[in-house]
Every structure is written in structure tokens, then in C-alpha cells.
């Protein structure tokens, strides 16, 4: 098997959000859902679209998705991040409903609202999903820590907020 052939055997062709020890997240092509997907094991989980999502908050264009693992409770977490449609600031800064998908729980819960620059790039490390945030003024990593489920903000260096290009 050419390693190219990896992903065009999986037998879901949907867009990835993301992947963690293995295990593939993706988004479903119809907008009924998400599956997590083990193509070792060729297990499908399907996950339903979280309920609740306030008016203004599901333009499909904006949101923003993260997949993760939380080693203290042992649970993989599909992080997805509602901006408010229609409710840009001049400063580009929109205020964020978060949903959490617990692998082990089967369901979603909700987090904090988090304040966050239009169009963030997603990235994971350790235990945490980090998004590269900008605006016109400046540039920050906003992380979202899976075991606590909360945001925090962390400082990017001048070159970053200079206006270099990230990524």
C-alpha cells in the first residue's frame, strides 16, 4: 500500500477536522453530524450536531472545529466553536458559544463564551487546542484546555503581531 492510499481507503469522504492517537474526526457532508472514525479498527462513531445552538450562532461558514484528548479523564473531546453571525465588532473581535462532544460521555456540553478574533487557524499540543487568532491590530493564540474545558489567552511574540505570515 502506497502511503498516499492512507486516507482515499477510508470508507467516509467527509472533511477532516482533525486527528489524536489514531482516531480521525470529520465532519459529516450533509450537516447532520460528525463521525469519529478508527481506521485501525475500522470503527465508526457517529455524533450527532449539538443541540441548543442559540439564533445567529450556525452560520456553517464560521465555526470553527478542534479535536483533542484529555489524558485526566482518559476521554477524547470534539471542541466546536460557534461565532455570532452578524455580530463583528470594528476591531474584528466576536464573542464565541463553545460545544464540547465527550467521546466517553456520549453527549455535548457547553463552555464559556470566549472573545475571539475572526478566522482562527486550529492546532493541538499535549492535551490542549490552540487556535492562531488575528485581527487588523494583532495576533494571539487563544487555547482551550480539554480537561477543565476553559480558554485561556497566551502572548504571541512581536514578530506575530508585526503582521508577519503565520503558518
Known sequence: MKSSDILT??????PIIGSCNGLIASETNNGDGFVIFNPT?????KVPPPEHIPPGHDNPNLVNNGFGYDPVSDDY?????FPPFGVLEENGVVVSLTKIYSLKAGCWGTSSFHETPYFPTFFRTSNDLYWITCSSEDARLVAFDLTCERYRDVRCCSAINAGSTLL
Open 77 to 81: 473531546k470534539l471542541v466546536i466553536m
Open 9 to 14: 481507503d477510508l470508507p467516509v469522504k467527509f
Open 41 to 45: 479498527t475500522k470503527e465508526i462513531r
